[in-house]
């Protein structure tokens, strides 16, 4: 048994594993960053950290939804990023047993983008798990973006000779 | 003595490490005990010990702290044989290596406030003996044995002689290595504590004896370490891995035995020497020193950066009273006052992030010296270090860009010693780098050589451009990302390898600037300025279609006023970048930029700046227009990491007390990336990522 936060986007139920959130706030708007990619909404100041809001609705191709008193960013925590990701509401953490989570039916990643990667039958509920490296990984970069690429040693390796 | 200086350093370390060490001890023994009461041991443990008093031992007889060689010899001797007959300790021998370790730490007290350490009791150095063994009396007269002058061999105590004839008769080497501290030598990192921490990985440390020498251009200190080694490594191996020369390792074996009156042996030669420690002990005990883990700075510096922003909030809410029509001024008045303490706390906390830029020098030597070999150049290394220092995080991000720049150097530019004589240079290549404060908040950092020099048209040619016209377009050209590739390096010797992460890391990272200049067949030399500090600096925030923004002050060379009959706007290009229009300024034409185009903020209607900022870049001064400008403050930047937020112009984020980041701006980045990186010139750049940036 693992605990999980629950939340919502557009009406669909999404789990994240417990260890990899930091904390979940209330939110009202970030700044905004000009270059950034379009499903980043921008930066918040969190516990002294600047972190990048990432709307999970753009980043999953729905639309936009306007803030309400329900709206919410989960601050997560994966490969050594810190991350919120907004979302239309988060009000639980449950225990779920990861051995009855199940693979993702082809037609829940293609329309994911790849986001998901196993459901979760709870009851009546179906919970959908995401993918957070991936929902965040460098590979899932917009060509939109003007990100420069991130320092990742490269550094080191082209001090090597020739 | 003018060699004070290094040896007062030393002592200073030494006092900072012993006191490391004894904790060591102390922790070690103490798991020592708790193991053994529940039935286990805890060899491990007992070796911890052992080491901490090994080294305690090595570095106490370095700096001729008798007292404490005594006591740790005896403690050291008997943890050896506990642990090689298995680790288990009676409480006995616990109490009194506990006692031991509070003896040690008493001396090495009474050395920080200034007074000598005392001689050990002769109960507790009979209780430490009774453990285990004394030293054992030496067979053979060391003298027969042993090629070292009487002074120097009186200065040995009988269980370092001991140590000594133990390991030539196991088949070690006992050598000899001899070490003149200077000014010159500590600049290349050549400290009697470098030397020491480098030796101790090839060679065992018997003794380090520190005599006193005439003065002599080898030896400006009149001060010369002897270091007394037994080793199983060359003497190839040991001068490349410590940086000495050849000629300062001798052996210390007799090769022929021959009989020699035993009583040259005069005791304290060197008395005069053992004098003049006692200076420098005095002075330095009076100052303690800390060794800090920088992140506890940073928490330092975080709540430093609160405080600022708490004093944001405080202005704000101080003119809104004002704005009510309530007095303020003694409110204005304090508030005065908080900003001199808040500017006096930041000073103390950035002063205590300093390092010498020495540091960011010292490894170099030996990179130079692998790069030789790897290379089969002769390299002649110059360093010019002098006092400046710099903060801590900017060192560890500018040092490896120097890397870079010296491994390019010695791979690229400078020639084979064949091809050099053939142009009639001097056979050895020379490599220079110096570092230097330039006014009150940039180090200068230039890296030169007289090596083959950058053929401009070559470069060119080959990156499908123009010849660049000047230094600062064959920069440009150099950094092209990719620009030269392994392939392109070993067939011809270009150099560029990697330039745009240099610039990436002095221009975009630190804010620094990256210059070039080179002629050919004469040499190159790279110019790098780094600002000293990072994270706070004075800025002036403004407005941008609601957005508000800040820039930091060094980066602005003017804001005027701009109104909208005085702007020419030239034709749009099509392909979406931002409209640039030219203004009047002072009878020049100056190119304008909407800041709010340039990001895209305004939805449509008529711009209506009334304020532009103008930067210079690269020399050509260019003007982006603001709404309005709302003030000047320091403020406390926060870096932008993720790679999400990576844009153009961006370089972090603040807080201005409304608890929201404001975006810190780089606009002398952001107008590099509008006037270079138009998606037509991409295209152009990637075309040419086989390309060397230098050829012959």
């Known amino acids: ?162 | 003595m003018t060699g004070t200086a290094d040896l007062k350093e030393f002592i200073a370390a030494y006092l900072v490490e012993a006191e490391e060490h004894l904790t060591v001890a102390n922790t070690q023994l103490l798991a020592i005990e708790s193991a053994q009461r529940s039935g286990e041991t805890n060899p491990r443990a007992v070796r911890e010990t052992f080491r901490s008093l090994h080294t305690i031992k090595g570095l106490s007889a370095m700096v001729g702290v008798e007292p404490v060689v005594a006591i740790a010899h005896r403690m050291e001797n008997f943890l050896r044989d506990t642990d090689r007959s298995g680790g288990t300790l009676p409480q006995l021998a616990i109490d009194a290596l506990l006692r031991g370790v509070r003896a040690i730490e008493q001396r090495v007290a009474a050395l920080s406030r200034g007074d000598a350490a005392a001689a050990p009791s002769e109960e507790l150095l009979a209780a430490l003996d009774s453990l285990g063994l004394g030293t054992k009396p030496v067979a053979r007269s060391p003298v027969a044995v042993l090629e070292l002058e009487p002074a120097l061999l009186a200065k040995l105590a009988p269980f370092e002689v001991e140590q000594l004839l133990r390991g030539i008769a196991a088949g070690q080497r006992a050598l000899r290595a001899e070490f003149s501290p200077s000014p010159e030598r500590a600049t290349q990192g050549l400290t009697i504590n470098s030397i020491r921490e480098r030796m101790a990985k090839v060679a065992d440390i018997v003794r380090v004896l520190p005599r006193a020498v005439p003065m002599s251009p080898e030896a400006p200190g009149g001060l010369c370490f002897v270091l007394i080694l037994l080793t199983r490594s060359t003497d190839d191996t040991i001068t490349d891995a410590v940086g000495l020369n050849r000629g300062s390792l001798q052996s210390i074996v007799r090769t022929a035995p021959e009989p020699v009156a035993d009583a040259e042996v005069a005791p304290n030669v060197e008395s005069a020497l053992d004098g003049a420690e006692d200076g420098p002990l005095d002075a330095l005990s009076r100052r303690g020193v800390v060794r800090v883990d920088v992140s506890r700075l940073d928490d330092a510096m975080e709540g430093l950066s609160a405080l600022i922003v708490t004093r944001f909030r405080l202005t704000r809410a101080i003119a809104s009273l004002s704005e009510s029509g309530v007095n303020t001024r003694e409110l204005t008045e304090i508030l005065k006052d908080n900003a001199r303490q808040l500017r006096d706390l930041r000073a103390a906390i950035v002063r205590v992030r300093m390092v010498p830029v020495s540091e960011l020098l010292e490894r170099l030597p030996l990179l130079v010296r692998g790069l030789q070999r790897a290379t089969h150049r002769l390299v002649r290394l110059e360093l010019e270090g002098g006092n400046a220092e710099l903060d801590k995080s900017v060192s560890e991000r500018v040092f490896p860009a120097l890397v870079h720049l010296v491994r390019n150097a010695v791979d690229h530019a400078i020639e084979t010693p064949d091809e050099r004589l053939r142009r009639n240079k001097p056979e050895e290549g020379l490599l220079r780098i110096t570092c230097g404060a330039r006014g009150s908040t940039r180090l200068e950092i230039t890296v030169s050589d007289d090596g083959r020099g950058i053929d401009r048209a070559a470069v060119a040619k080959k990156a499908g451009r123009a010849d660049p016209a000047g230094d600062t377009d064959l920069l440009d050209l150099l950094c092209i990302p990719g620009l030269s590739t392994r392939e392109v390096v070993t067939t011809t010797s270009g150099r560029g390898m990697g330039m745009e992460i240099v610039k990436r890391t002095i221009v975009d990272e630190l804010g620094g600037e990256l210059e070039v200049h080179s002629q050919l067949g004469q040499g190159t030399t790279f110019t790098l300025r780094v600002p000293l500090t990072i994270s706070i600096v004075d800025a002036f925030s403004f407005e941008c279609e609601g957005q508000r923004f800040v820039v930091p002050v060094t980066m602005v060379e003017e804001i005027i006023e701009v109104d909208a009959s005085d702007f020419v706007q030239l034709p749009a290009n099509d392909d979406g970048s931002p409209t640039l229009n030219i203004i009047s300024r002072r009878g020049a034409a100056l190119p304008m930029l909407q800041l709010a185009h340039v990001f895209k903020l305004q939805s449509g209607k008529e711009l209506s700046a009334r304020k532009a900022i103008v930067v210079r870049r690269a020399g050509a001064p260019i003007a982006f227009a603001v709404d309005r400008m709302l003030g000047q403050q320091e403020v406390v930047i926060r870096p932008i990491n993720d790679v999400l937020l990576r844009a153009p112009g961006v370089s972090g984020a603040t807080d201005l007390g409304d608890g929201r980041p404001t975006l810190v701006l780089d606009l002398v980045a952001l107008s590099a990336s509008l006037t270079r990186g138009t998606p037509g010139e991409a295209k152009a750049a990637s075309a040419v990522t086989q390309l060397p940036a230098r050829m012959r």
Do not use: C, W
């Not at chain 1, 990899?20 to 970030?30: H, I, K, R």
């Not at chain 1, 309400?68 to 490969?79: Q, V």
């Open chain 1, 1 to 162: 048994m693992k605990l999980h936060v629950v939340f919502s986007i557009a009406g669909a139920e999404y789990a994240l594993p417990f260890d990899s959130v930091l904390q979940m706030e209330s939110y009202d708007g970030a700044t905004l960053v000009p270059g950034a990619p379009d499903y980043v909404d921008g930066i918040v100041t969190v516990r002294g950290l600047v972190v990048p809001v990432v709307d999970l609705r753009t980043r999953f191709g729905l639309p936009r939804a306007e803030l309400n008193l329900d709206t919410r960013i989960i601050l997560t925590e994966s490969r050594a990023r810190v991350v919120a990701l907004r979302v239309d509401s988060a009000r639980e953490v449950i225990k779920l047993d990861i051995d009855k989570h199940q693979p993702a039916p082809s037609v829940v990643i293609e329309r994911s983008s790849g986001f998901v990667h196993a459901v979760h039958p709870l009851g009546k509920r179906l919970l959908l798990l995401l993918d957070l490296p991936k929902l965040l990984g460098e590979d899932s970069h917009d060509s939109k973006s003007r990100a420069l690429p991130e320092d990742d040693g490269s550094l080191d390796r082209a001090q090597l000779p020739g």
